[in-house]
């Protein structure tokens, strides 16, 4: 099984930006992998595991934002197609730098 965290949490003020960083800690410290920015994904042997870190995150829900979890299987997953940009972007050149005296 796989469990996949989704989130849209508000960072407007510094308490949304602690209970941002809470709730990405809470899954960090349970074995969940960052796969895109608002999204974590962990495996679990088994569907009664993957119920209890699903319950763990349950528990730790913040006050505010949007949280959907999903579990699938190993052969779900598997067929999954993931895609990366194959153009590299350019780094823009530094800017000069002026100096006052």
């Known amino acids: 099984m796989w469990v996949l965290v989704l989130f849209d949490l508000p960072v407007v003020t510094k308490t949304d930006q602690r209970n941002y960083r809470k709730f990405v800690d809470v899954l960090e410290k349970d074995g969940f992998t960052r796969f895109?920015?608002?999204?974590?994904?962990?495996?679990?042997?088994?569907?009664?595991?993957?119920?209890?870190?699903?319950?763990?995150?349950?528990?730790?829900?913040p006050s505010k934002g949007h949280v959907g979890i999903m579990h699938f299987t190993d052969k779900q997953f598997g067929m999954m197609e993931v895609f990366f940009s194959s153009k590299k972007e350019e780094i823009p050149p530094p800017t000069q730098q002026l100096e006052l005296f």
């Open 36 to 61: 895109q920015f608002s999204i974590f994904l962990r495996h679990c042997p088994s569907m009664d595991n993957a119920k209890v870190h699903i319950q763990r995150i349950k528990v730790n829900l």
